[in-house]
């Protein structure tokens, strides 16, 4: 299975990260080929609105480090978009990245990926309230399955921004979703 792991923190050792990296090592003891991007680390632009994707049935002509992972998207299984919530949404990062998805649709806005292709969506909280991050995960399972990804998400609730103690406790219950899932 081709795999694309996206974190979109920008701590490289907060609850996100941590989930990321237990993720591409269980993927990785599979056998499946896996790509991890941090967002954070890379160094790209927000979509440019030229349009020139979607004009020239391309991937995006921005000439940055995205643009040059965009069309490799096309032959990924499973996208698991891993973001902390940030004032009820997800990262900046995480936010510029999925909008220059937009060249992953045609000229005839038809998705450019894989058919069965799958989006995992793991949100990460400090509120103990998993309800705080139902509008941002409903916002990404629209996204998701307009571009023909089927979509599960998950909301992790109740993680100290100061230590990864309870990701650590609720990594095997995110496994088994993922497992169950695909």
């Known amino acids: 299975m081709d795999i694309v792991i996206i974190n979109g923190s920008p701590r490289k050792n907060g609850n996100s990260s941590f989930i990321a990296t237990e993720l591409e090592k269980k993927f990785l003891e599979k056998g499946d080929s896996v790509k991890v991007l941090n967002l954070n680390d890379m160094s790209y632009k927000g979509c440019q609105g030229c349009l020139s994707c979607r004009k020239n049935n391309s991937f995006c002509v ?4 995205l643009g040059k992972l965009l069309s490799t998207f096309v032959e990924t299984d499973l996208f698991v978009v891993i973001s902390p919530n940030y004032y009820g949404f997800v990262t900046g990062q995480m936010k510029l990245f999925l909008d220059r998805w ?5 000229a005839n806005k038809r998705t450019k990926l894989r058919e069965g292709a799958k989006g995992f969506f793991i949100l990460t909280q400090g509120s103990p309230n998993r309800d705080h991050g139902k509008s941002v995960s409903d916002w990404a399972k629209h996204l998701f399955e307009g571009f023909g990804l089927k979509y599960y998400g998950y909301v992790l609730p109740g993680l100290s921004a100061d230590n990864t103690d309870m990701a650590k406790v609720k990594i095997k ?3 088994m979703n ?3 899932f695909i």
């Not at 921005?62 to 480090?65: A, H, I, K, L, R």
């Open 178 to 180: 993922i497992n169950m």
């Open 173 to 175: 219950e995110i496994i």
């Open 102 to 106: 937009y060249c992953l649709k045609d």
């Open 62 to 65: 921005v000439n940055d480090d």
